[in-house]
Structures are given as structure tokens and as C-alpha cells.
């Protein structure tokens, strides 16, 4: 067992019930407030703990790491130290927390100055990403999508089952949760007998996705396996993909998507290592057909992680529409990352892959409003009136993320993003 996940460990910061940071996350965000420039922080309750005034203050001795790791606007140098080092420190910060170590606890002057409210600080993007790739690989949401448009007979490309389908996607469109976004433009086909036109996206959507962000891999030419794979996994984000349906359909043959996706993506503002979902791994579905040797693994590789989206139009009370499961993933991290990088390719430290929309087996846990509505055949009510086939301007849209075992409940926080009208 990794220490910092023990269930018996208190602290003595206070953690309020159901919180999403009690001592055994400790997720890492980057923060600024109006008198502290950005820096690197962890969550603890509702609590920002300042690592850069830590280290300042003497409680990182023998720990790997310099002032300019934690002095900066980014995640992306506490990464490349590897994952030993990033072990080793949230070890320390667990037991810095502890209810039973007295280090920190007992030294007002030293509280004051690295622990901060939440309520006081502004987080910014985690993670400076310099290459983003999106999966598609929620076995539901590719049958759901392929039934709409190719008929139940043919739900499934010929190569679904075999590899973990993806695609390059935009990492310079990225945002920090709570960011908003304008409603895109571009070509659309309203009616397939006329020819295309220039306009707003009529059909916008969320992808409720989860993402994960990499340690340094190898050199180009040599491939990260299965084995390895856990080991080039820093931590996991919650993930909207956002799409703009119309766009990409009229766009995506024959190469994929492009303005239909890279207008924006939004990421949760604090990273969940990859140890402190240890406690949380649950076995994935069946691979029938048997994957290839270099996608083949033993135990448990998928991750029980509860997630929900709501939609909150203007003036008006939020309602739940979706809740699903990060545990229905047909293609597990690791295999998206072996398969990205069977064929040599180098992934860099902070490098982002996405899980593609997560949707799960009944009408309720579907990740995507053109799952939801069908194509808008079937809309869904909002609490304070009106519907939704898809996303309106106003709107914004919510998702939440936590594991709960039973002993220890730990989540993701939120993200949240509003869609502004398009500009002329």
C-alpha cells in the first residue's frame, strides 16, 4: 500500500464531510491570489497548501526539488522529475498533514504564510500541454453513435475492437475550468441536398471525458509497453471535450475532426495522481476479440470513478443530466498510451490524452447531449423550464468526478464552462 492512501489517516487541517480533498488525494493545481504570483499548491479541504512557501520554510530536506519547481505557472517541472519524485513528495506532504505529526501543525507563523482558503485564491490551467490526442474509447458511446448514423448492423468501425481509436487533437484551445468559450463557426449542411453554408454551430455538445497527463517517455523510436505504462502516468483530470456536431459532421471525412473540436477543450483544475486512485481500480470489460500481445495485460487497469453532468442555463437552477462511470472505459490508459506509442512515437512530460466520451449502459449515463436528446429526437427538461437538444448560449455546463470505496471518499472537483454567443 502507498502510505499517503491509508484509510485510517486524519489530518488536522479540517476536511469537511463528503469533500473531494480529504488527506488521501492531495491533488496538485497551480494558483495565484492577489498579493501571491502563480505557484504550485495542493488541495487539502477546503484549503490550498503553498508549496513554494514550504520549501522556502525547510520542509522538503532530501527531496528532490528546487525553489523554480514550485515558483512557477505550471505543473510541467514537478513533472519531469519522474514519478518517484512526485511520490516521494506527496508522501511528505501527507505526513506534514497528519493529525498525529506535529512538524507543521505546531508552527503557527509557518501555517500562516502556506496555507490559504480556497475561497482566496484563483487556480489557472495545471499543465502547459504540448500535445493533446483524444481517444474514442467508450464501447457505448461508439455503438450509440454509429447505430444514429450507420444502423445497428454496422454501430462498429472494423477496427474498434482491435486498437484504441484516436485522433491529434488542438492543445493551444485547452482551458482552466470555469473559462468561457464562444459558440463556434464554420461550414454546416443543414439540409443534405443543399450546398453548405458559413454560420454558428446549431448542434453544440459536451463530451464528458476524463484525461490523464504524462510523465517523460522514452526517446523517439522506442515504445512505452504495458507494463511501463502506469510508470509515464502522472495524474487524471476531469475532461469536456466540447464538439460542435454540425461542423464536424460536414468536416470529418475523410481525415477526422478539426473545427468541430479544437474551438476548446475544458480541464478540472486539480490533478489526481495516479497513486491516490490506487485504492479505486476495478477490472475492465471483456476484450472480445482478444487484443494483440502488445495490448494484453493482467489485473485491474480501469478505475471506479463516478462522474455527473449538469446543465445551468442563465438565471436559472442547474439540472442533472447525466451519471456515469469511468469504470465502463472498453480501453484502458494504459493501452491508450502503449498503443500511441508502438510505433516509436515520444510523449513528453505534460502531454494530455483523453478518454474520448465516457458513456455508460442505460439512457441516464450517457456523455454527450447527441446521446442524451438522440439527435434531438428526445429532449431533456430543465428544472427552471424550457428544454435542451443541445447546448444554448447562456448555458453552462457542470461535471463532477469522486471515487467512494466505502472507507474513503476522494474527487476531482469540478468543471465548468459557459458558452458565450459566437462573434461576428
Known amino acids: 500500500m502507498i502510505a499517503a492512501n491509508n484509510p485510517q489517516l486524519t489530518s488536522w487541517v479540517e476536511v469537511p464531510e463528503n469533500s473531494d480533498f480529504p488527506i488521501q488525494n492531495l491533488p496538485f493545481g497551480v494558483f495565484q491570489t492577489k498579493q501571491l504570483t502563480p505557484r504550485v499548491g495542493v488541495a487539502i479541504g477546503n484549503k490550498v497548501l503553498d508549496l513554494k512557501s514550504l520549501l522556502v520554510l525547510g520542509y522538503f530536506e532530501n527531496l528532490p526539488f528546487e525553489k523554480e519547481d514550485f515558483d512557477t505557472d505550471s505543473l510541467n517541472r514537478l513533472i519531469s522529475k519522474g514519478k518517484l519524485a512526485t511520490r516521494e513528495l ?35 490551467l495545471p499543465v502547459q500541454v504540448g500535445d493533446y490526442t483524444d481517444f474514442y474509447s467508450s464501447i457505448e458511446h461508439a455503438t450509440n453513435v454509429g447505430i444514429m448514423f450507420r444502423g445497428k448492423e454496422n454501430a462498429l468501425m472494423p ?35 443543399e450546398p453548405p453554408i458559413y454560420g454558428a454551430s446549431r448542434l453544440l455538445d459536451f463530451e464528458l471525458e476524463m484525461g490523464f497527463f504524462t510523465y517523460p517517455g522514452k526517446p523517439l523510436g522506442q515504445r512505452i509497453n504495458m507494463d511501463e505504462a502506469e510508470e509515464h502516468i502522472f495524474g487524471v483530470v476531469l475532461f469536456n471535450d466540447w464538439s460542435a456536431r454540425d461542423i464536424q459532421k460536414w468536416e470529418y471525412v475523410p481525415l477526422g475532426p478539426f473545427l468541430g473540436k479544437n474551438f476548446g477543450s475544458t480541464v478540472s483544475a486539480w490533478v489526481v495522481t495516479l497513486d491516490a486512485l490506487e485504492p479505486y481500480r476495478v477490472a475492465g470489460p471483456v476484450q472480445d476479440p482478444p487484443v494483440l500481445p502488445y495490448l494484453e495485460y493482467e489485473g485491474a487497469k480501469n478505475y471506479d470513478i463516478k462522474l455527473q453532468v449538469a446543465i445551468k442555463p442563465q438565471n436559472q437552477e442547474e439540472t442533472l443530466i447525466s451519471n456515469s462511470n469511468l469504470k465502463y472505459m472498453y480501453w484502458n490508459m494504459c493501452q491508450q498510451l502503449a498503443h500511441h506509442t508502438v510505433n516509436g512515437c515520444n510523449v513528453r512530460g505534460g502531454d494530455l490524452l483523453a478518454s474520448g466520451t465516457i458513456s455508460g449502459p442505460t439512457e441516464d449515463s450517457y456523455g454527450s447531449m447527441l446521446e442524451l436528446s438522440w439527435r434531438g429526437t428526445k429532449p431533456l427538461a430543465m428544472n427552471g423550464g424550457g428544454e435542451r437538444k443541445f447546448i444554448a448560449d447562456n448555458d453552462e455546463v457542470i461535471m463532477r468526478g469522486h471515487c467512494d470505496n466505502g472507507e474513503v471518499r476522494i474527487g476531482f472537483g469540478e468543471v465548468r464552462g459557459k458558452i458565450l454567443p459566437s462573434i461576428d
Not at 92 to 115: A, E, F, P
Not at 174 to 190: A, F
Open 159 to 193: 477496427n474498434w475492437k482491435h486498437i484504441p481509436v484516436g485522433y491529434h487533437g488542438r492543445s493551444s484551445s485547452i482551458v482552466v475550468s470555469g473559462t468561457p468559450l464562444h459558440r463556434p463557426k464554420g461550414q454546416i449542411k443543414p439540409n443534405d441536398d
Open 90 to 124: 506527496r508522501g511528505r506532504l501527507s505526513k506534514l498533514l497528519r493529525s498525529d505529526v506535529s512538524d507543521l501543525q505546531n508552527k503557527h507563523h509557518h501555517v500562516d504564510q502556506c496555507l490559504i482558503d480556497q475561497s482566496e485564491i484563483e487556480m489557472i
